[in-house]
């Protein structure tokens, strides 16, 4: 059986049961490709930043008059850390290591500009660290130097972008139309797993009486299903939170030409992602953050997805993954326009 070749190997590491369910739930294993977006399309702004925005958004008259947003790709800046000396500069967004600081504040300036007509809007930022912690921005927020610990944030302040950072993890935008309240939250798998932006809706609820059918939301750039492998224990985790969890999951081969060139591995029943060229587990978690938005209310028709794959397009966007940690952090920004 040619086919079994190698396949027994590590079934003892599988958890039992988990198998089972996810064959289940198997929708058929998908290729990479099958999976895999098209190029976003991106607005390119006077200074050179080009960023993801929102075109319901932006065809909406009544929420341009008053919200600013974008999501940042690595196009537009200064930084010269995460590329090639010949090419262009980065728009990295975080302080990290292997960037200079003056590098990331003029890299701000120029998000802050874009996004406002004013360099000197001011950006809070958060210090994340993948928790379901949701902050309420304040006047003082306008000026203050450290960020706030929290991987949330809701705003009614006039004036000010709250944001997010990310390099794959997925970054969710929530306005309220009516009330005129913003908020950014950070979900990789960790802050999905304990529904940050399922609560964070829930907070905008508990703090400014939001309304779910008067909110808009969208779902930034990040690693999508057709890259995000993951272990078998992410599906534990998300059954163990999520009736759901098993539509989140899918089998993943990593090119068409291992379908081509193996087609009996397509027709074995065996555990996934235990061959070097086998199929291996992949999240969705842009469609586990719209489960959440749904759950907390949004209406379907209000959530948007820019697209946009980290991984796929590293030409475009930072990725954690694809640069193995060496990477610059993008920008999901939101906020209230002052009034004149
Ligand atoms: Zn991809």
Redesign the pocket.
């Known amino acids: 059986m040619l086919s079994n070749a190698g396949l027994v190997r590590n079934r003892r590491a599988t958890p039992a049961g988990v198998t089972t369910r996810l064959r289940n739930a198997r929708r058929g294993a998908a290729s990479k490709e099958e999976l895999?977006g098209a190029m976003p399309e991106t607005q390119r702004f006077a200074n050179g930043v080009e960023l993801l925005q929102v075109s319901p958004w932006l065809e909406n008259k009544k929420l341009k008059s008053w919200l600013w947003h974008g999501f940042s790709t690595r196009i537009g800046g200064v930084s010269g850390a995460y590329s090639a000396e010949d090419a262009p500069g980065d728009l990295n967004l975080g302080f990290t290591a292997a960037d200079s600081r003056e590098a990331v504040q003029r890299n701000r300036q120029l998000l802050a500009e874009a996004i406002s007509g004013k360099s000197d809007t001011p950006i809070a930022a958060l210090r994340q660290f993948h928790s379901n912690l949701v902050v309420v921005a304040e006047q003082g927020d306008i000026s203050r130097q450290q960020p706030r610990k929290a991987d949330g944030v809701i705003s009614s302040v006039p004036g000010l972008l709250v944001a997010i950072q990310t390099a794959d993890c997925i970054p969710v935008l929530v306005a309220d139309r009516r009330q005129r309240i913003v908020a950014a939250f950070h979900a990789g798998w960790r802050g999905t797993v304990k529904r940050i932006v399922e609560l964070g809706v829930g907070r905008m609820r508990l703090e400014f009486g939001c309304k779910p059918e008067d909110l808009v939301a969208a779902i930034g750039p990040g690693a999508?299903q057709?890259?995000y492998a993951v272990g078998e224990e992410l599906l534990s985790e998300f059954e163990s939170q999520f009736s759901y969890a098993r539509e989140l999951f899918r089998e993943v081969f990593d090119s068409d030409s291992v379908r081509t060139k193996y087609p009996m591995l397509f027709l074995t029943q065996r555990a996934p992602g235990h061959s070097p060229i086998g199929p291996q587990l992949h999240l969705d978690l842009i469609e586990a953050n719209r489960r959440q938005l749904l759950d907390a209310g949004v209406k379907t028709s209000a959530i948007s997805a820019t697209g946009g794959?980290t991984?796929?397009h590293p030409e475009l966007f930072f990725s954690h993954r694809v640069s193995r940690g060496h990477a610059g952090r993008m920008m999901s920004v939101i906020g209230i326009k002052p009034k004149r």
């Open positions: 895999a999508s057709c890259c794959c991984n796929c």
